[in-house]
Protein backbone atom coordinates (compact mmCIF):
# COMPACT_ATOMS: atom_id res chain seq x y z
CA UNK A 1 0.00 0.00 0.00
CA UNK A 2 1.38 3.84 -1.23
CA UNK A 3 1.69 6.34 1.06
CA UNK A 4 -0.80 9.28 0.31
CA UNK A 5 1.73 12.04 1.64
CA UNK A 6 -0.67 14.94 0.56
CA UNK A 7 -3.71 13.40 2.40
CA UNK A 8 -1.10 12.94 5.55
CA UNK A 9 -0.29 16.32 5.23
CA UNK A 10 -3.94 18.08 5.06
CA UNK A 11 -5.11 15.38 8.09
CA UNK A 12 -2.27 17.34 9.88
CA UNK A 13 -2.95 21.24 8.64
CA UNK A 14 -6.75 20.50 10.00
CA UNK A 15 -5.70 19.29 13.46
CA UNK A 16 -3.46 22.48 14.02
CA UNK A 17 -5.95 24.97 11.75
CA UNK A 18 -3.21 25.69 9.54
CA UNK A 19 -4.51 27.50 5.89
CA UNK A 20 -3.34 26.79 2.80
CA UNK A 21 -2.06 30.18 3.11
CA UNK A 22 -0.31 30.19 6.16
CA UNK A 23 1.62 26.78 4.72
CA UNK A 24 2.81 28.44 1.94
CA UNK A 25 3.93 31.58 3.02
CA UNK A 26 6.22 29.68 5.67
CA UNK A 27 7.70 27.15 3.83
CA UNK A 28 8.22 29.13 0.66
CA UNK A 29 5.68 28.05 -1.95
CA UNK A 30 2.49 29.57 -3.72
CA UNK A 31 -0.73 28.68 -1.69
CA UNK A 32 -2.00 26.86 -5.59
CA UNK A 33 1.00 24.88 -5.40
CA UNK A 34 0.10 23.69 -1.76
CA UNK A 35 -3.45 22.81 -3.13
CA UNK A 36 -1.44 20.38 -5.61
CA UNK A 37 0.92 18.93 -3.14
CA UNK A 38 -2.48 17.94 -0.86
CA UNK A 39 -3.71 16.38 -4.06
CA UNK A 40 -0.23 14.27 -4.19
CA UNK A 41 0.68 11.24 -3.61
CA UNK A 42 4.51 12.14 -3.92
CA UNK A 43 6.19 14.84 -2.80
CA UNK A 44 9.62 16.70 -3.65
CA UNK A 45 11.94 15.91 -0.27
CA UNK A 46 12.74 19.66 0.57
CA UNK A 47 9.68 20.78 0.48
CA UNK A 48 8.63 17.86 2.79
CA UNK A 49 11.27 19.14 5.14
CA UNK A 50 9.72 22.63 5.65
CA UNK A 51 6.50 21.30 5.97
CA UNK A 52 7.65 18.77 8.53
CA UNK A 53 9.59 21.75 10.57
CA UNK A 54 6.50 24.25 10.06
CA UNK A 55 3.67 21.76 11.11
CA UNK A 56 6.32 19.83 13.84
CA UNK A 57 5.55 16.47 12.28
CA UNK A 58 8.36 14.22 10.78
CA UNK A 59 6.53 12.71 8.10
CA UNK A 60 9.23 11.11 6.52
CA UNK A 61 8.47 9.02 9.03
CA UNK A 62 5.74 7.44 6.94
CA UNK A 63 7.94 6.19 4.44
CA UNK A 64 10.09 4.73 6.94
CA UNK A 65 7.15 2.43 7.88
CA UNK A 66 6.47 1.58 4.46
CA UNK A 67 6.28 -2.26 3.77
CA UNK A 68 8.75 -2.08 0.85
CA UNK A 69 11.08 0.82 2.77
CA UNK A 70 10.93 -1.61 5.53
CA UNK A 71 11.80 -4.64 4.25
CA UNK A 72 14.60 -2.55 2.53
CA UNK A 73 15.81 -1.25 6.32
CA UNK A 74 15.60 -4.96 7.05
CA UNK A 75 17.93 -5.82 4.12
CA UNK A 76 20.69 -3.37 5.30
CA UNK A 77 20.63 -4.24 9.04
CA UNK A 78 21.27 -7.80 7.62
CA UNK A 79 24.04 -7.03 4.86
CA UNK A 80 25.70 -4.38 8.25
CA UNK A 81 25.90 -7.36 10.36
CA UNK A 82 27.38 -9.69 7.86
CA UNK A 83 30.24 -6.38 6.87
CA UNK A 84 30.23 -6.32 10.66
CA UNK A 85 30.67 -10.07 10.91
CA UNK A 86 33.55 -9.89 7.80
CA UNK A 87 35.46 -6.79 9.80
CA UNK A 88 35.67 -8.93 12.82
CA UNK A 89 37.19 -11.75 11.27
CA UNK A 90 39.80 -9.22 9.44
CA UNK A 91 40.56 -7.75 12.95
CA UNK A 92 41.04 -11.10 14.81
CA UNK A 93 43.86 -12.27 11.98
CA UNK A 94 45.37 -8.86 11.56
CA UNK A 95 45.99 -9.76 15.73
CA UNK A 96 47.24 -13.13 14.86
CA UNK A 97 49.76 -11.73 12.59
CA UNK A 98 50.45 -8.84 14.82
CA UNK A 99 51.22 -11.71 17.49
CA UNK A 100 52.82 -13.74 15.33
CA UNK A 101 55.22 -10.37 14.32
CA UNK A 102 55.97 -10.06 18.02
CA UNK A 103 56.92 -13.27 18.55
CA UNK A 104 59.54 -13.06 15.59
CA UNK A 105 61.07 -10.08 17.11
CA UNK A 106 61.06 -11.52 20.59
CA UNK A 107 62.85 -14.84 18.94
CA UNK A 108 65.23 -12.52 16.96
CA UNK A 109 65.63 -10.03 19.82
CA UNK A 110 67.01 -13.34 21.94
CA UNK A 111 69.21 -14.52 18.77
CA UNK A 112 70.99 -11.38 18.83
CA UNK A 113 70.94 -11.80 22.19
CA UNK A 114 72.75 -14.85 22.75
CA UNK A 115 75.04 -14.32 19.71
CA UNK A 116 76.56 -10.81 21.15
CA UNK A 117 77.23 -12.83 24.62
CA UNK A 118 79.42 -15.21 22.15
CA UNK A 119 81.27 -12.77 20.35
CA UNK A 120 82.07 -11.51 24.16
CA UNK A 121 83.35 -14.74 25.28
Known amino acids: MGINIGMLIWKEMKIKSISREELASAIGITKH ?19 SIKLGVNFFEYYRKDEDLSRFEIDLVVQNHQELNQLKELIKEKN ?16 ILSLENLRKS
Open 33 to 51: RVGTLLKSASIDTDILKRI
Open 96 to 111: RLLELCDETIKSQKKI
